[in-house]
C-alpha cells in the first residue's frame, strides 16, 4: 500500500500537489449535507454557514469546512456558501448529476421493497432490468419491467446500458451473480447478501448487511445502559 502511493507521488510534475481524496466518511457526510441543504432551500435560504450545517448535522463546522473545501472555493468568511452552488457541486462530487441505470437481482421482499422506494429515482438512479432465477418469477411484470432469468444478463445489462447493480439474493447465489453482472459490464455493486464478494480490480462493491447493522445497534444500546 505504501510502495503504491509513494510510486504515485514521484511521477507526479515537480511543484504540482496529487488532489485531494475523499475518504468513506467525508462521502457519506457529503450526502447529509446535501439533503440538509435541500431542506434549506426549500425553505427559502440563499445562503448557508458551515456552522449551520455541522450543528444540524452534529459535527463541527471545521469538519464541514474540511468535507467542502474538495469541491474548491465555494465559500467565503463571514458570508458562507451559496447554497444552489453548493447543492450542485455536491451533486457533481458524488456522481449524481447524471442518471445512472440499475438492475436489481432478487424479485423477493426486500427488492419489491427497494422497487417501491421513490427516492432512488429522486437522486438519479433508475432502475432499469429485474432478474431472477425462479422460474415463477420469470417474465412476470413487476412495477412496469419484465423479470429475466440469470442467463440473460450478458444480452440484456449491456443493451439497456446498466452500469449499477443491487442483489438481494441469498448469501450462496451472490458470488455467481455478481460475476454475471460484471461480465456483463456492471461497474458497481451494492450488496445485501452477508459475506464478502471477490470480484476483479475496477469494479466497487458497498455491503448492507442488517444483521450487522443491529448487532451494533444493540452493542451501543447495552453500552449505554450503565451495566
Do not use: C
Not at 23 to 42: D, I, K, M
Not at 50 to 77: C, I, M, N
Not at 179 to 197: E, I, K, S
Amino acid at each position: 500500500m505504501g510502495g503504491r502511493a509513494s510510486v504515485a507521488k514521484s511521477a507526479m510534475p515537480k511543484g504540482v500537489e496529487p488532489e485531494p481524496r475523499l475518504s468513506r466518511a467525508s462521502v457519506g457526510r457529503l450526502s447529509l449535507y446535501l439533503r440538509r441543504l435541500e431542506v434549506l432551500l426549500r425553505e427559502g435560504a440563499a445562503k448557508v454557514s458551515s456552522g449551520t450545517l455541522g450543528e444540524a448535522l452534529g459535527v463541527t463546522d471545521a469538519q464541514v469546512r474540511k468535507d467542502l473545501a474538495y469541491l474548491g472555493h465555494l465559500g467565503h468568511p463571514g458570508v458562507g456558501y451559496a447554497a444552489p452552488e453548493l447543492v450542485a457541486a455536491i451533486r457533481r462530487a458524488l456522481g449524481i448529476d447524471r442518471e445512472w441505470r440499475v438492475a436489481l437481482a432478487g424479485v423477493g421482499n426486500l427488492g419489491r421493497a427497494l422497487l417501491r422506494y421513490r427516492g432512488f429515482a429522486e437522486r438519479g438512479f433508475r432502475v432499469a432490468a429485474l432478474f431472477d432465477a425462479d422460474p415463477a418469477k420469470v417474465r412476470q411484470r413487476v412495477d412496469g419491467l419484465e423479470v429475466h432469468p440469470p442467463e440473460a444478463m450478458a444480452q440484456v445489462l449491456p443493451a439497456l446500458g446498466v452500469e449499477l447493480g443491487v442483489l438481494t439474493v441469498p448469501a450462496e447465489a451472490a458470488q455467481v451473480v455478481a460475476d454475471a453482472m460484471v461480465t456483463a459490464g456492471v461497474r458497481g455493486l451494492l450488496t445485501f447478501a452477508p459475506g464478502v464478494l471477490r470480484l476483479p480490480a475496477g469494479v466497487s462493491v458497498v455491503s448492507v448487511d442488517l444483521t450487522v447493522q443491529l448487532e451494533q445497534l444493540a452493542f451501543l444500546v447495552q453500552l449505554s445502559g450503565g451495566d
